[in-house]
């Protein structure tokens, strides 16, 4: 199991993508560096017993036993089944309830999707300050960190360079084809924090 965000060639157990754990890890290191010693976190993972799920949780928490995050707290924490944006608006107006202004500043999230969720649970509150990170480099939230109508609680996003996997998965079939037969079990390609800083680099995926 090797935990990867890609494709899978059906020829060959052979994973073409990102590293889950490596996501994980840029997201909560990200939010951690952005309040210095006084991180406070809310984490909302993707569905559990899933691989990705686990490994970009334990690249999470991982993150925050390192220097950077030293002083951080992660206050609470829920699983969000299918990446759902429902469920997730829903936990954020449950801990916007239950929280007060200041209890927590940044909320750390498996994917994009969920992260519009968080976003528009926000927006509802009328809760500012408060970080937003995701995954896939997709969709509005995306947007919401490099497009025209901004959102400043759009941190920052993970580019899993899905072109690059589109194209190894064709160079890797057609060794296939052509009977080479050793491969590595995992292809790797870059895992790329985005932010607004260096967003107009990694376009949201189509």
């Known amino acids: 199991d090797w935990s990867v965000t890609g494709v899978q060639t059906c020829a060959l157990p052979i994973y073409i993508g990102a590293s889950a754990q490596i996501a994980g890890f840029l997201e909560m290191q990200y939010v951690c560096k952005q309040f210095p010693g006084h991180l406070k976190v809310m984490g909302l993972w993707g569905t559990p017993g899933v691989s990705t799920s686990n490994e ?28 759902s944006q429902q469920q997730s608006y829903t936990d954020t107006q449950d801990w916007l309830q239950r929280y007060p202004a ?15 969720g968080v976003l528009e649970a926000l927006h509802s509150a009328r809760r500012t300050g408060v970080l937003v990170t ?17 959102n400043p609680e759009a941190a920052a996003t993970v580019n899993f360079a899905t072109n690059d996997e589109g194209t190894l998965m064709m160079q890797t079939a057609l060794k296939v084809l052509k009977g080479q037969k050793h ?10 924090l985005v932010t607004s800083s260096n967003c107009k680099a990694f376009p949201p995926a189509a």
């Open 56 to 83: 970009r949780t334990a690249g999470a928490m991982q993150a925050l036993k390192t220097a950077a995050c030293r002083g951080a707290k992660l206050v609470a924490q829920d699983y969000v089944q299918a990446e």
């Open 102 to 116: 200041g209890d927590f500043n940044a909320i750390v999230t498996y994917a994009d999707d969920m992260s519009e």
């Open 134 to 150: 995701g995954a896939a480099n997709f969709g509005p939230f995306a947007e919401a960190i490099c497009g025209p109508k901004r």
């Open 183 to 192: 491969f590595a079990q995992w292809i790797q390609v870059p895992a790329t």
